[in-house]
C-alpha cells in the first residue's frame, strides 16, 4: 500500500486517484476548486465518466479516498505527489504550465521528507528538468527527492477502462528509488511498464496524441479524394485499417478533431519542435486540415440548406465525444457559432453535456431528446456519433421535421437507409 496524493482533480486526477485507491493505495486528491472538492465530500462526482461514481463511493466507503484543498495537508500524508493540473494552450500555442509551477513550489516548500513528486499532466519536453529546480529553489528543509513523469493516455468516456487496463505504463525517471516506485505502486494492474528517461516519457505524449491527431486527418483527406472521385470513406479505411501496419483506430473521417487535448497538444508539440530548432511541418498540415475539415462541413450544411438564415437547425451532440460530459474545444461550439452568424435557429440535445452547454452556449433551445429537437427543424446535423442517436426511428423523425433534411458529421446513419425513409442525407466522405 502506497500513500499517494493527487493535486488536480479533474478527468485525470479523479480518475487516477479512484482507481489507484481501488488498487488498495491510500489517496488523497486535492484541488483549489473548492466548489468541486465540496462536491465530492458531499459525495456527488462533477464529471460524467462511465463507472466513476460507482469507484468513488467505493474506496470513499472504505477510508482508502478522500478530498481536500490543501496541498500541504496532502504532502504531509503522501510520499507519492502526482501533479494533474490544467495545462492550458496559451494564445500562441504552447502550454500554461502556470499550475504546474505553482503547485511545485507549494509542495517544495512543505516537504519534510523524502517524495517522489510525479508529473502527470501532458507537458513539454524539459518541464521534468524545471519541476526539479524549482523544487530544489524552494526544498527549506532540503529533504531528498525525486522527479519523475508518468504521463495519462486515459480516454474520455472510457476513462476508468483506460486506466486499470491499460495498453502501457510509461514511467520516466532519473532513479532507481522512482523506478521501483512506480513499478510497486502500479504493479497491481500487470500492465506492460515502459522505463525511459524523463524527457524521452514527456515527448512519448505530444508524440503519441499527435500521431493520433494525424491519423484522423488523414482520413478527412482521404474523405475529400473520396468525395471527388465518387468512392466511399469508410471502405478505403475499412480496407486500410484491416492491415495491422496501420490499424483502424483512429482512422475515421468525420468533422476533425476536437476535444481538451488533441488540438492543444498538436499547438504545443509544434511550438516545442520550433524552439528547439526544428520545423515540425508534418503536424502544421495536420492541423490546417483539420481547421479545413471543420469549414467545409458548415459549407455543407450552407449548401444543403442554401439560406441558413431563419432556419431551424437541430444539433444533435455537443460533448466533443460520446460518453463524456466534455465540452473543451468541442467542435459544436465552432458549428453552432458559425450558424448562429448565419442567421439560424439552434435547437440542440446531448444525451451528458447539457448541463455543461448551458454554461457555455447562447441563444440555443435546449431539448430533452433528439425528437424533441427534430420538431419543427429544416435539418438535422449529426456532431457527435452516441449510440442513441444511432438508433433513431427515421420515421418519426420525418413526420416532426419541416424538411427532411440530416447532415451527418460522424457517418453513423446507413445513406440508403436514409434515403430510402424519404431524407435528402449529406455525410462524409461517401
Ligand atoms: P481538468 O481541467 O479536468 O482538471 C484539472 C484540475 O486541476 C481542475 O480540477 C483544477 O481545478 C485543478 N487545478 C488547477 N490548478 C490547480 C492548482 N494550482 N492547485 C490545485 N488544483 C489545481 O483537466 P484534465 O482534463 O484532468 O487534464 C489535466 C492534465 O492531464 C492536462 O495536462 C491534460 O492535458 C492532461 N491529460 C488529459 C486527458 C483528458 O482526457 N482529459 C488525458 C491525458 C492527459
Known amino acids: 500500500m502506497k500513500k499517494v496524493c493527487i493535486i488536480g482533480a479533474g478527468y485525470v486526477g479523479l480518475v487516477t486517484g479512484a482507481c489507484l485507491a481501488d488498487m488498495k493505495h491510500r489517496v488523497i486528491c486535492v484541488d483549489s476548486d473548492l466548489e468541486k472538492v465540496k462536491m465530492l465530500r458531499r459525495g456527488n462526482v462533477p464529471i460524467y465518466e462511465p463507472g466513476l461514481d460507482e469507484i468513488i463511493r467505493r474506496n470513499v466507503k472504505a477510508g482508502r479516498l478522500s478530498f481536500g484543498t ?8 503522501s510520499e507519492i505527489i502526482f501533479i494533474a493540473v490544467s495545462t492550458p494552450p496559451k ?5 500554461d504550465l502556470s499550475s504546474v509551477a505553482i503547485v511545485a513550489r507549494t509542495v517544495a516548500e512543505t516537504m519534510d521528507g523524502y517524495r517522489l513528486i510525479v508529473d502527470k499532466s501532458t507537458v513539454p519536453v524539459k518541464t521534468g528538468e524545471k519541476v526539479a529546480e524549482t523544487i530544489k529553489r524552494y526544498n527549506r528543509k532540503n529533504v531528498d527527492f ?3 513523469s508518468n504521463p495519462e493516455f486515459l480516454r474520455e468516456g472510457s476513462a476508468v477502462d483506460d486506466t486499470m487496463h491499460p495498453d502501457r505504463i510509461v514511467i520516466g525517471v532519473s532513479s532507481k528509488r522512482a523506478e521501483k516506485l512506480l513499478k510497486e505502486l502500479y504493479a497491481p494492474l500487470k500492465a506492460p511498464v515502459i522505463v525511459t528517461d524523463i524527457k524521452s516519457a514527456e ?15 488523414f482520413a478527412n483527406a482521404l474523405a475529400q479524394i473520396c468525395e471527388m472521385s465518387g468512392a466511399n470513406v469508410m ?10 501496419r496501420i490499424g483502424r483506430a483512429f482512422l475515421s473521417a468525420g468533422i476533425g478533431y476536437g476535444g481538451s487535448c488533441f488540438p492543444k497538444d498538436v499547438a504545443a508539440f509544434i511550438k516545442i519542435s520550433e524552439e528547439l530548432g526544428y520545423n515540425f511541418e508534418l503536424l502544421k498540415i495536420v492541423e490546417k486540415i483539420n481547421r479545413e475539415q471543420r469549414g467545409r462541413f458548415v459549407k455543407k450544411i450552407e449548401e444543403t440548406l442554401w439560406i441558413v438564415k431563419d432556419k431551424v437547425i437541430g444539433i444533435l451532440g455537443l460533448a466533443f465525444k460520446p460518453n ?4 473543451r474545444s468541442a467542435p459544436s461550439l465552432d458549428i453552432i457559432a458559425e450558424l448562429q452568424r448565419e442567421g439560424a435557429t439552434i435547437k440542440a440535445y446531448d444525451p451528458k453535456a447539457m448541463g455543461v452547454a448551458r454554461k457555455v452556449l447562447r441563444g440555443v433551445k435546449f431539448c430533452r431528446n433528439a425528437y424533441e429537437v427534430a420538431r ?17 426511428s427515421l420515421d418519426r423523425l420525418r413526420a416532426l421535421m419541416t424538411h427532411p433534411i440530416i447532415v451527418d458529421g460522424r457517418n453513423i446513419l446507413d445513406p440508403e437507409k436514409v434515403k430510402e425513409k424519404g431524407f435528402i442525407y449529406k455525410s462524409i466522405g461517401r
Open 91 to 95: 494564445a500562441d500555442g504552447t502550454a
Open 376 to 392: 419543427g427543424c429544416d435539418a438535422l446535423v449529426i456532431v457527435t456519433e452516441w449510440d442513441e442517436f444511432k438508433q433513431m
Open 70 to 77: 490543501s496541498i500541504p495537508q496532502g504532502v504531509a500524508s
Open 146 to 148: 525525486d522527479i519523475a
Open 235 to 244: 471502405e478505403v479505411v475499412e480496407g486500410m485499417g484491416l492491415d495491422r
Open 203 to 217: 515527448i512519448i505524449k505530444h508524440a503519441s496524441n499527435s500521431f493520433l491527431a494525424l491519423k484522423i486527418s
Open 324 to 327: 463524456t460530459d466534455d465540452m
